[in-house]
């Protein structure tokens, strides 16, 4: 798992690497923040490799709360979900 990680870390790192979220998101999570609701983030992603997809994306801004496997229990334990609200 750790070699998993670093070399991912290092993939993401490269310039060319890409990381598409899925059709539509961007326009649904835009609305969202748009119309006032407070929008959060339950992912067995890291919470680096979280960060690092905000941001590739300019969306780090835009989620009041980021819950990751690697702060607490991870799915399907309600801890994630507890937490965020």
Not at 11 to 35: C, K, S, T
Not at 39 to 59: F, M, P, W
């Amino acid at each position: 798992a750790h070699h998993y990680k670093s070399a991912f870390a290092g993939l993401r790192r490269e310039a060319e690497f890409q990381e598409p979220l899925f059709p539509g998101i961007r326009a649904a999570v835009d609305l969202l923040d748009q119309r006032g609701f407070l929008l959060g983030i339950a992912t067995g992603k890291s919470l680096r490799g979280l960060t690092a997809t905000l941001d590739r994306h300019g969306l780090s801004d835009v989620f009041v709360t980021l819950q990751t496997a690697d702060r607490g229990p991870g799915k399907p334990h309600p801890d994630m979900l507890h937490r965020a609200m």
